[in-house]
Structures are given as C-alpha cells and as structure tokens.
C-alpha cells in the first residue's frame, strides 16, 4: 500500500482517465479528492468509493474559474491539511479548422486545458510538503500535431512547457513536476468519438495502426504511469519530463 493515507487531489476525477487514476490510488491506500464538475459522473464516483469504504470526498469544481479553484484548496486545507500529490486529469478536446473557431471558441479550449492546470497548481502548491508530486496531462497530441486538433494539440504542448518551467521553479521546494504523455487511450475522448459503431471500428482500426504495440491503451495502464511519476521512492529523481505511455506512438513518427 504504497500510498496508505497519502493525500492525492485528482481534477478531472469522473472523467474517463481520472476514474481509473483515483481507482488505482484507492487500491494503494491513498485518501482521495475527486475534483469535476458537477454533476452524475462525479457523485456516481464518490458513491462507489463510500460503498466499498475508500476515503474520498468530492468536490464539484470548475478549473476555469479561481473562486471555484480557491474554494477547493481552503476544503482541503481544513479537512486534510496538505496535498501530497496534484493529478491534472482536466480536459476538453474540440475539433476546428482555424477560419471556422471562434475566439470564444479558443478560449473555452484554453480555459480547461491551460487555465485549469494552472489555477490548481497556483492555488493548491502552498498546500504541498516537500516530497509531494505533481504529475500533468500532456498527450502524444501535443508533439505531432493533427488534423483539425490543432487547438487541443496546442494546449497539450503548453501544458508540457509549463511542466519544463514549474519543475525548476518549485524544485526548491521539493516539489516534483512531470507530464504524462499517452498516446490514443480506450476511455474519455476516444470513447466520446463512438458515435457509431462503424465509427467505433475505424477508430479502433486506426489506434491499430498508429501504435508500435496495435491497439489503444486501458486507462489503469495510464495510471499506473501516474502513480510511477507520483511516487517519491521510484520517481524521487524524476522531474521535468514528458513521461509517454504511449504503446510506441512516438516512434512511428
Ligand atoms: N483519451 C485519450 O485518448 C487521451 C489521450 C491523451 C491525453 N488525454 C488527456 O487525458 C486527460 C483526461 O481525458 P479523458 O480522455 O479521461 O477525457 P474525459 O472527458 O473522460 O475526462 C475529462 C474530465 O475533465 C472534466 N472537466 C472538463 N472541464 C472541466 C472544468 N471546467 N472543470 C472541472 N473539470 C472539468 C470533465 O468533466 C471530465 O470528467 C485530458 O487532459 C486529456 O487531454 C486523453
């Protein structure tokens, strides 16, 4: 139980890949914050946790707003008093040619995918001892660029340069900063593409061919990647990077 009574805050918590994440701490004894917007996805996760007895407690959140962002760090603060490790599971995938976004459109992506990052880590970094960990969300997305997504893609790269920039900033303080990069994961934003089941096949038929190991990721493989990146005994000396779990995307390209 590697993580018996750690304190791990996980925003994007209902999500398709932040679910898994906070499975697979609870699995190591952690005590969870599940941090999402409101609504069924969130309070269905927090009612699984109470009937099987893990400690956790959901907050509803919204990452681009700082009120929202500050009332979740002062209920941490007075329920559990610190943060050990901070996951950025946010995330909105919008699809657009550049002629037809919207400047509105442009910020809605920014908001969650950049603003969210850094608004936890503005509000939640006085709340962390050293040793503590924060692990980001970056994507493949962010380093090859694709069709369509070159918004998504570029908040990705932000959020990897923000990782490179906060790792040397907050090392003084003991505090590890790393993105996890995965590749295409069969969960969240690939599962929200199924409008069909022949859409389902061409997605799964393409994740095939796009990755070195033919076939798409299970969100616990992400996670476990997580909690590599989040652990102080085997990632003690690991900051600053983009971690891929990506099945050998990267090296088709
Ligand atoms: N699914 C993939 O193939 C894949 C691949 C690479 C990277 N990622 C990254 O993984 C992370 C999780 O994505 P996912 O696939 O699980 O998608 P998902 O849609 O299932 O999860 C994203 C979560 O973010 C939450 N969220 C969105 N806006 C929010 C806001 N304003 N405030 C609070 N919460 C908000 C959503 O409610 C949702 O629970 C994202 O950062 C995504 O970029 C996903």
């Known amino acids: 139980m590697e993580f018996e009574g750690r304190?791990?805050?996980?925003?994007?918590?209902?999500?398709?890949?932040?679910?898994?994440?906070?499975?697979?701490?609870a699995e190591e004894g952690a005590t969870l914050v599940l941090a999402d917007l409101p609504g069924d996805p969130l309070d269905e996760l927090a009612a699984a946790f109470a009937e099987a007895g893990v400690p956790a407690t959901a907050v509803a959140t919204d990452v681009r707003d700082p009120g929202s962002v500050a009332a979740l760090a002062?209920?941490?603060?007075?329920?559990?008093?610190g943060v050990d490790v901070l996951v950025n599971a946010v995330g909105v995938l919008r699809q657009y040619r550049v002629?037809?976004?919207?400047?509105?459109?442009?910020?809605?992506?920014?908001?969650?995918n950049v603003r969210g990052p850094y608004l936890l880590i503005k509000?939640?970094?006085d709340l962390m001892p050293a040793g503590s960990a924060?692990?980001?969300?970056?994507?493949?997305?962010?380093?090859v660029g694709s069709d369509g997504s070159w918004a998504y893609t570029m908040t990705k790269g932000a959020v990897s340069s923000m990782t490179f920039g906060l790792a040397q900033e907050l090392a003084p303080r003991g505090i590890r900063v790393n993105a996890i990069c995965p590749g295409w994961v069969d969960a969240g934003f690939t599962h929200h593409m199924?409008?069909?089941?022949a859409v389902r096949a061409e997605v799964e038929q393409a994740a095939i061919g796009s990755h070195v190991l033919g076939r798409m990721a299970r969100p616990e493989e992400i996670a476990q990647g997580v909690l590599y990146l989040a652990?102080?005994?085997?990632?003690?000396?690991?900051?600053?990077?983009?971690?891929?779990?990506?099945?050998?995307?990267?090296?088709?390209r």
């Open 7 to 25: 304190r791990i805050v996980i925003a994007g918590a209902a999500g398709g890949i932040g679910s898994a994440v906070a499975r697979t701490f």
């Open 74 to 81: 002062t209920r941490i603060a007075d329920d559990l008093g």
């Open 99 to 112: 002629v037809d976004m919207s400047p509105e459109d442009f910020d809605a992506i920014v908001g969650v």
């Open 123 to 125: 509000h939640l970094v």
């Open 134 to 143: 924060i692990v980001n969300f970056g994507s493949v997305a962010g380093f």
């Open 194 to 197: 199924f409008t069909d089941e």
């Open 231 to 252: 652990s102080e005994r085997r990632a003690s000396f690991v900051t600053g990077t983009n971690h891929f779990v990506d099945g050998g995307f990267m090296i088709k």
